[in-house]
């Protein structure tokens, strides 16, 4: 795996700082941002359920239409320096929050590891244990909820 610009650039670089392409090479592939959430009526909790968004290859952990997902999936966030502490749903191991909060990326991270499999194998990632959105309806996403 290639590391852009430089060996540990997110330990040189703030969030803000870093270029597009570090800016993605961030994102470690586990897909936990694209399980559909919602919150809790009674406890005001933020629930994560085995579905995922429509575009997430189950599998791969990737999305399947990057370029094109806003378009597609008009609810997708776009992760930005200025609003990654601002969004509670965001995984506790996810390398944009880490960082964000000054944190070091975990050993499983792909820019770590030098290797994209180590997310999987650690098993931080969401492979093979989605359901895809269109299998289930809105009204029942709370039968899907995750421990």
């Not at 429509?54 to 806003?70: A, I, S, V, W």
Request: with cysteine.
């Amino acid at each position: 795996m290639n590391k852009p610009c430089g060996e540990s650039f997110w330990r040189e670089k703030t969030l803000a700082e870093m270029t597009a392409e570090e800016w993605e090479s961030l994102c470690d592939g586990c897909g936990q941002c694209c399980l559909k959430k919602f919150i809790d009526d009674d406890t005001d909790e933020i629930l994560s359920t085995q579905v995922a968004c429509e575009l997430l290859d189950g599998h791969t952990c990737r999305c399947c239409d990057y370029n094109n997902r806003h378009s597609k999936v008009p609810e997708c966030v776009v992760l930005t320096p200025e609003i990654i502490l601002t969004i509670a749903w965001i995984p506790e191991s996810c390398a944009y929050r880490v960082l964000a909060e000054g944190r070091e990326l975990a050993w499983w991270h792909p820019l770590v590891s030098g290797d994209p499999e180590t997310v999987h194998l650690a098993g931080k990632s969401v492979r093979d244990r989605t359901i895809p959105a269109g299998h289930v309806h809105p009204d029942d996403l709370q039968e899907y909820v995750t421990g």
